[in-house]
């Protein structure tokens, strides 16, 4: 199931709208039903107002109700509709991970990411990714 997950970020990842970096970036979240929430990064002019794939998908699961039945999350980066050609896996950026701590709080996982790169892709928990993550528990 990871490597289909896989496939749909780097499926997803054909739809980026990226003609400033040409870096189209694919994200794809896994539903505790089995179903799977994709999205693409959309670039903006003014860099700052862009949004990552990964913040996309997690808005659409949230919007289709769904944001509480994430437990995996796929991120892919490289040429639309494929994988960068290193061997180095794409993460999710800061920005990212902290959304995706919210997720994992609100969720009570600590969600497992898929990272594509050339030969495949790596797993990290997010408490790799984001060690020391600032959580809705710090507010209290």
């Given at each position: 199931m990871s490597q289909d997950l896989v496939n749909a970020a780097i499926a997803a990842s054909a739809n980026a709208y990226a003609p400033y970096s040409?870096?189209?970036?694919?994200?794809?979240?896994?539903?505790?039903?089995?179903?799977?929430?994709?999205?693409?990064?959309f670039e903006n002019?003014?860099?700052?107002?862009?949004?990552c794939?990964?913040?996309?998908a997690i808005a659409k699961a949230n919007s289709d109700g769904t944001l509480r039945k994430i437990v995996a999350i796929a991120v892919a980066g490289?040429?639309?509709?494929?994988?960068?050609?290193?061997?180095?896996?794409?993460?999710?950026?800061?920005?990212?991970?902290?959304?995706?701590?919210?997720?994992?709080?609100?969720?009570?996982?600590?969600?497992?990411?898929?990272c594509a790169h050339a030969n495949g892709y790596?797993?990290?928990?997010?408490?790799?990714?984001?060690?020391h993550g600032f959580g809705p528990a710090n507010l209290k």
């Open positions: 040409n870096f189209h970036v694919g994200a794809a979240l896994l539903l505790d039903d089995g179903k799977i929430v994709s999205g693409a990064n002019a003014s860099y700052g107002m862009t949004l794939a990964e913040t996309v490289g040429p639309a509709g494929q994988v960068a050609a290193n061997d180095e896996a794409i993460t999710p950026c800061g920005r990212c991970r902290q959304i995706i701590k919210e997720v994992a709080d609100l969720t009570e996982r600590d969600i497992p990411v898929h790596d797993t990290y928990l997010l408490s790799e990714l984001l060690p």
